[in-house]
């Protein structure tokens, strides 16, 4: 009777071990399996947030090339309203300096200037001469920058 049941025990414990052992292997498996879905989804997510940081990169860098062109188109504008500003000014200058001369010579002519006014009405023209040569350099000057 003991030699029949030490095959049997023997068979028992080597049936048990290895039901044991491939549940401990599929375990292992599903471990495994887990592990790697977990690694996987951790890849993913690294490879979203880099195509995310990539995507708010190009968004900064364009946000950025508008504001660029902003700042020309004001500066642009800006200088055209200098340029616009200063013919007015020649303009401006040239007429009066046509008007004061025509009035000295009519009142030369005439006679109603002394010696003093004609020479404080030279004086007149000629900073206003002076006045619009310096306007013009400065127009030429800001052409130059369009």
């Known amino acids: 009777m003991k030699m029949r049941l030490l095959p049997f025990l023997v068979f028992l414990i080597g049936v048990t071990t290895c039901s044991f052992a491939q549940e401990q292997e599929e375990e292992s ?4 399996e887990m592990i790697s879905e977990a690694e996987q989804a951790k890849i993913e997510a690294e490879e979203i947030k880099k195509k995310v940081e990539a995507a708010e990169k190009e968004a900064k860098a364009e946000k950025k090339a508008q504001k660029k062109i902003e700042k020309a188109n004001k500066k ?44 404080k009405t030279e004086k007149k023209i000629s900073k206003l001469k002076v006045g619009i040569t310096k306007k013009k350099e400065k127009l030429v000057k800001l052409q130059r920058k369009l």
């Open 76 to 119: 642009y504008e800006k200088l055209n309203k200098k340029i616009s500003s200063v013919k007015k000014g020649i303009d401006k200058d040239e007429k009066k300096l046509t008007k004061i001369s025509d009035k000295m010579e009519v009142d030369k002519i005439k006679g109603k200037l002394s010696p003093n006014d004609i020479e």
């Open 29 to 32: 498996v599903i471990q495994k």
